[in-house]
């Protein structure tokens, strides 16, 4: 997503940054994304299927990344519980910022 301005970049990046690590779906700290500031950049993988009566099992995977203007928001499913790499996740965010 390209914002307006720097600060509007910057409050959706930080506001879905502070959700996520209470997010029941993650189940960890996540890791930072190398090549971007310190704080700019994070990945979070559910460890854990989610389950819920009448549908398959899901696990979920998100990147985001501010750069500029710019919130690269990856969110990164598979809807038969199977588990999600955190290096996949971290591959198709940096293969995305490559391209900004």
Known sequence: MQFRDLSGADSYHRMQATYMPDNEFTGSGGVAVPGVSPGLGHVWVSSEAHQKAGYLPSRWGRALVRKGDIVLDINYYDMRGRAIAE??????????????
Do not use: F, H, I, M
């Open 87 to 100: 290096n996949d996740v971290l591959d198709l965010a940096k293969r995305q910022l490559e391209r900004l």
